[in-house]
């Protein structure tokens, strides 16, 4: 079972609020990467990291979106300004290298943006 | 970028019954290929990865890859109702998992 820590579970916004969510990786786990699932089951890949460095991302959503995996603190990911078509399941998952090694998830965060 | 379909998308088995997934791919030079499930309001959970042409077990799950044919399937052996869950297959690329939509697969008793 994993053992990825997601808080908060749920994150309700209004529209042009902050939104932001935080995960702690599986002990162990340098690589930390962030997908979003929306309610069609479609997953994007957002961005990853390996201890503090991003190794890939996307183009972040015309900069609104912002992640970062300090030292001895939760990674975190936050929407600056939200927007509807941002609510979904925010999936974090962790693991030992890159390439062949698994990908622990945790059980998301489920953002509404009213 | 790659695609990844499965089929079909829900699927009704009784308690016992082979359950029987698929997933077609765009890309062949993948090199990983996982499947997982989501109980609703919950994570993934890794099932079976399997990384060359041919078969992996793990326990009641068994997956089957044909790089050739862009497709790798999943098999459920004795499906209790606890596996009815969204059952998802990834393929890795460059680190990043590219997902399907899902088999949503109940299990009766």
């Known amino acids: 079972n994993s053992k990825v820590i997601q808080t908060p579970r749920y994150l309700v916004k209004g529209q042009g609020q902050k939104a932001k969510m935080r995960c702690i990786p599986e002990?162990?786990?340098?690589?930390v990467f962030w997908y979003q699932q929306n309610k069609n089951n479609e997953f994007k890949f957002l961005i990853n990291f390996q201890n503090q460095e991003v190794l890939q991302q996307i183009d972040m959503t015309e900069k609104r979106f912002s992640a970062e995996c300090p030292s001895n603190s939760p990674c975190s990911l936050e929407i600056q300004s939200s927007e509807a078509g941002d609510s979904a399941l925010y999936l974090c998952?962790?693991?030992?290298?890159?390439?062949?090694?698994?990908?622990?998830f945790g059980p998301g965060t489920r953002l509404t943006v009213l | 970028q790659q695609k990844v379909q499965q089929s079909p998308e829900s699927l009704t088995v009784s308690e016992g019954a082979m359950a029987s997934l698929n997933c077609t791919f765009s890309?062949?030079?993948?090199?990983?290929f996982r499947w997982y499930r989501q109980h609703s309001a919950k994570g993934l959970e890794v099932l079976v990865s399997?990384?060359?042409?041919g078969e992996k077990e793990e326990g009641r799950f068994t997956a089957h890859l044909n790089r050739a044919n862009l497709h790798v399937s999943l098999h459920i052996r004795e499906p209790q109702p606890s596996d009815s869950a969204v059952y998802l297959c990834?393929?890795?690329?460059?680190?990043?998992?590219?997902f399907g939509s899902g088999t949503k697969l109940t299990v009766e008793p």
């Open positions: 399997i990384f060359s042409d």
């Open positions: 998952a962790s693991s030992p290298g890159t390439g062949v090694y698994e990908q622990y």
């Open positions: 990834a393929v890795s690329t460059y680190n990043v998992l590219y």
């Open positions: 890309d062949g030079t993948s090199n990983n």
């Open positions: 002990k162990g786990h340098p690589v």
